[in-house]
């Protein structure tokens, strides 16, 4: 069985930088992608950044390309997501998922676990 321990939300203002981190357990890490999804109150979970299994490649939603950064540290079992400049749009449940192989992808199905999410408030 695998587990995600997310950390690191909070609340900040905006322009601000916090980073979040998931800790893995239970898989050989290396070998599986992972992503940070996030979902505000009323509207479904959206894609925010994923990274492959080797830490090789990486994506980013649109919205926060440039300013988020997504990385992994395989001999800590853990993916971090740099966010900076934050924006009150930002403000969401974030969560961390493991794929279900060692690629990057947008869509939930390609993942098969999921952390219990962290709360990152951003005021004005």
């Known amino acids: 069985q695998v587990q995600l321990v997310e950390s690191g939300g909070g609340l900040v203002q905006a322009g601000d930088s916090l980073r979040l981190s998931c800790a893995a357990s239970?898989?050989?890490?290396?070998?599986?992608?992972m992503g940070w999804f996030r979902q505000t109150p009323g509207k479904e979970r959206e894609f925010v950044t994923a990274?492959?299994?080797?830490?090789?490649?990486?994506d980013y939603a649109d919205s926060v390309e440039g300013r988020f950064t997504i990385s992994r540290d395989n001999a800590k079992n853990t993916v971090y997501l740099q966010m900076n400049n934050l924006k009150l749009e930002d403000t969401a449940v974030y969560y961390c998922?493991?794929?279900?192989?060692?690629?990057?992808?947008?869509?939930?199905?390609?993942?098969?676990?999921w952390g219990q999410g962290t709360q990152v408030t951003v005021s004005s």
């Open positions: 239970g898989r050989t890490f290396s070998r599986y992608g």
């Open positions: 990274i492959t299994g080797s830490g090789s490649s990486t």
């Open positions: 998922a493991v794929a279900r192989a060692g690629w990057v992808s947008r869509t939930e199905t390609a993942y098969s676990y």
